[in-house]
């Protein structure tokens, strides 16, 4: 039987900015143990689609559903009860805070509650350490660079033991290097059973890392499949790069 | 001036510094978590005394230990008020107009509520130890000065270590450095700052009940500390702790120093000149300061 309860579902999912609609009857679901991304021109509701499944934002119609729970609208700190973590876009670290204390505020919140404060640090540094930032544990976290900055935050959000991790543009602002090693990252985390949901404007990113693509334009659903499909779906082709001319010679 | 008396000077400087930044503490919890600046603090500051008077002359409970115990009082009703009143407010980054207006009707409320009850008398709590004195060389210091600026001590030490040790003191640090950030960590908001109002007020009662054996009081009381309090905060910057004690070692070091030069009821216009001169001068407070020497290292 397929998909009884997907981790995520997304179903019919509208949201509106005055007379215009940002997002438009969006559906989608995704699979345990997948890198599932979405992409889409500027402008196409990446960002409206994704605040609204990470809770910031409330959808004027449809439903939000992980596996069968409804979780349309609910606040950040019921997600990660759920299992459901999220990294933002701008870096957001606690700068007045260590590396290491950055990542124990997240401990204490996560699926089980850890209790006891080595058990806590134990697991703030497991984070730290699969995000690949344990050396800079004891440096306050305002020094870091952005590259870095970004790992703490998927530390952070891997530090509640999420089963979804929402990520959005993860590797923006970073160099092909660091962009290949977040790339390799995300991976590790899929494969260590926490299914993926990666947002990103970077085309060649997103196809090199996703098992599956959603592409988005005007706030509808334009396709959906593997990044082989999407690449070669006309329909997307045409959405990003354009029609081709027609010669009037 | 003589080095004793400059040292005398000094010493009484720095008790005072120790129970301005219990008073002052308090706000800087509820600013830095809730961007709210609590006007009713010196209501609150108001009840601490009344309350450690209460236990004093009912129960013959010591002053200092009366002045402890008003902080799980003050605490469980500063929780109810955020439960009741300020939990609806907006949530900002900044203070708002409701958030100032509510404060400063809730000081109105417990002010008069404070003349219901006590009447519009001069109240004081005294002991044998309120005039007593200790004698280090040719130094004299009243013990309860001393006593309380041990307690004031105590009490910051403890909420210091508790921001910085427990995972909820961590949360609240959390929510004071990026309010965003730690939603999306999954702290709790409401509870966190429901707790974090509470720990103000309790401090806003544990510093009445302390100044309340020192000073006397009446249902107008914590009106001129509620200034002290702002300048301290503004000298501080808005949201850490140990900017707190160096603002109030500040002022009380002008405070106390003033005294060689101008007469001691222009006390406050003191504190009010430095508020300004800190505003124009200063305005991102010591702190910034201190950052700023950080950056240039």
Redesign the interface.
């Known amino acids: 039987m397929e998909d009884a309860d997907p981790i995520l579902e997304v179903d019919k999912v509208t949201r509106y900015f005055g007379g215009l609609a940002a997002v438009k009857d969006v559906s989608f679901k995704v699979r345990q143990g997948q890198i599932f991304g979405f992409m889409g021109p500027n402008g196409a509701g990446k960002t409206t689609l994704f605040s609204m499944i ?1 809770g910031a934002l409330k959808p004027s119609s449809g439903k939000i559903r992980s596996r069968g729970r409804d979780i349309t609208g609910a ?3 019921k997600l ?2 759920l299992g459901i ?4 876009q701008i870096v ?6 260590t590396v290491l ?1 950055n990542v ?7 699926k089980q509650a850890v209790t006891g ?1 080595a058990a ?1 640090r134990e697991r703030a540094i497991e984070a730290l350490g699969y995000a690949g930032i344990d050396q800079l544990a004891n440096y306050p976290a305002a020094i870091l660079s952005v590259g870095h900055q970004k790992r703490l935050e998927i530390a ?1 959000a891997l530090a ?1 033991d999420p089963d979804l991790l929402l990520s959005d543009e993860i590797c923006g602002g970073l160099t092909h290097a660091e962009t290949s090693e977040m790339l390799a990252l995300l991976r590790r985390i899929r494969d260590s059973g926490t299914t993926v949901m990666y947002v990103e404007h970077d085309v060649k990113a997103i196809t090199s890392v996703c098992d599956r693509i959603m592409v988005l334009n005007y706030g509808r659903k334009l396709a959906e499949g593997t990044p082989d499909e999407i690449q070669n779906d006309p329909a997307v082709i045409e959405a990003y790069l354009g029609t081709r001319a027609r010669g009037r010679s | 001036m003589t080095l004793v008396d400059f040292t005398s000077l000094m010493v009484s400087a720095l008790l005072l510094a120790g129970i301005y930044a219990v008073m002052s503490v308090g706000m800087t919890v509820i600013y830095g978590v809730m961007k709210i600046v609590n006007l009713a603090h010196a209501g609150f500051m108001m009840l601490g005394a009344y309350l450690a008077l209460e236990l004093f002359e009912r129960f013959q409970i010591d002053p200092i230990l009366a002045a402890f115990l008003t902080f799980p009082v003050m605490f469980l009703l500063g929780g109810a008020v955020h439960w009741v009143l300020v939990r609806r407010l907006p949530h900002a980054d900044e203070p708002t107009l409701p958030s100032l207006l509510l404060m400063f009707g809730l000081w109105l409320v417990l002010q008069n509520l404070g003349y219901l009850i006590w009447g519009n008398t001069d109240r004081s709590i005294f002991t044998p130890r309120t005039l007593s004195v200790v004698n280090v060389g040719p130094i004299a210091i009243s013990t309860l000065r001393l006593v309380v600026f041990i307690a004031a001590l105590v009490c910051l030490g403890l909420l210091e270590a508790w921001l910085h040790y427990t995972w909820f003191g961590r949360s609240v640090r959390a929510l004071i450095q990026n309010r965003y950030a730690a939603l999306i960590t999954g702290v709790h908001e409401d509870r966190t700052a429901g707790i974090a109002f509470g720990l103000g007020i309790g401090f806003a009662g544990l510093a009445g009940g302390l100044l309340g054996s020192l000073y006397s009081f009446d249902p107008d009381f914590g009106r001129a500390f509620l200034i002290r309090a702002f300048v301290i905060i503004v000298l501080g910057g808005l949201d850490s702790i140990s900017g707190v004690a160096i603002g109030a070692l500040v002022l009380a070091l002008v405070e106390t120093f003033s005294i060689i030069f101008v007469p001691a009821g222009y006390q406050l216009a003191i504190s009010f000149a430095l508020l300004a001169l800190v505003l124009i001068v200063l305005p991102g407070g010591i702190a910034s300061l201190l950052a700023k020497a950080r950056r240039l290292a």
């Open positions: 990470a606040p950040a700190f990660i009860k973590a999220r990294t933002h957001r670290p606690f700068r007045e805070m204390e124990q505020v997240a401990v204490h919140f996560g404060r806590a952070r509640t």
